[in-house]
């Protein structure tokens, strides 16, 4: 969905408290929630929490890469299950969900859409969000890309994602200093995750959402599939076919393995 075509959306009074159904797929205990669902509860949960102190709720993503580092990469594993939420980032998630007999997840709700379907609505919120991640210059001009698309967004701050470890602690500062409902970390897989985890008790904020290369997308650096090819799980082979160089090899090797995965882990 076009962020024209956005309906605005009203923040929830209070955070949800309990848990919503999951799908198992591939090994991975994935949200069921519609894209409208997760937004909803974003908006509505994040500023709330802010606001109380409470710990920030941490957000992954599955894909098919998610699904294959899942199998192969303990760190990345353990990581993830430190989630409290992770959402169908990938359409075959979305479908594996129906194949292997899970409640089914309602759509897909990749970290892009979720992201640009929210502005207008955290505009209209006051919910405010904290871009940490990408180049320079990419979260620069994201930040000031999304200013334009929703009028009196609030971005709380920025910083990108290059810094070394003893300067991490500065870092964590800066995002406290901000305290936003929502901070969007997008440094990559496996390293956007063991960050949040890392920090989590650290950081003030009501939402923490890992979005690997969200900054990109918005400012255009790298373009998204056409609509079809989207909505038929076809995404990754635009990817990879615009950049090939950086995802050729990624989508050879783990695209195979998350489907095998999900084979495997059929019955739960």
């Known amino acids: 969905m ?12 209070q955070p949800v ?10 090994g991975i205990p994935v949200s069921t929630l519609s894209l409208d669902a997760l937004i909803d509860r974003m908006l509505g949960e994040a500023p709330l929490r802010r606001a109380l102190d409470q710990r920030p709720l941490l957000i992954f993503d599955c894909n098919g890469q998610g699904l294959s ?7 990345f594993r353990d990581n993830l299950a430190q989630a409290d939420l992770i959402h169908a980032d990938g359409q075959i998630v979305v479908a594996a969900s129906r194949w ?8 897909r709700s990749s970290t892009t859409d979720m992201f640009i379907d929210s502005l207008v609505p955290a505009a209209k919120a006051g919910v405010s ?6 180049e320079e210059k990419v979260n ?3 930040a000031d890309r999304i200013i334009e698309m929703a009028p009196g967004l609030t971005v709380a701050g920025r910083r990108n994602g290059f810094w070394k470890p003893e300067e991490e602690d500065a870092v964590i500062d800066a995002i406290n200093a901000a305290a936003p409902d929502v901070l969007w970390v997008g440094t990559g897989k496996p390293r956007e995750q063991a960050f949040c985890v890392r920090n989590r008790d650290r950081i003030k ?14 400012t255009g650096d790298y373009p998204r599939a056409p609509m079809w090819m989207q909505r038929n799980g076809l995404e990754w082979l635009h990817r990879m076919g615009t950049r090939p160089k950086e995802l050729a090899w990624r989508y050879i090797t783990t695209n195979p393995h998350a489907l095998w995965l999900i084979w495997k882990h059929r019955h739960g």
């Open 129 to 134: 969000y904290y871009l940490l991640g990408g």
């Open 140 to 142: 620069a001009a994201c």
């Open 205 to 218: 904020a009501g939402w923490i959402v890992t979005c690997g290369g969200l900054f990109n997308y918005i």
């Open 2 to 13: 076009s962020l024209e075509q956005a309906i605005p959306r009203q923040p929830l009074q």
């Open 17 to 26: 408290s309990t848990p919503e159904e999951i799908a198992l797929v591939g």
């Open 69 to 75: 580092m899942n199998a192969t990469d303990k760190r």
């Open 100 to 107: 292997v007999g899970q409640p089914p997840i309602a759509d």
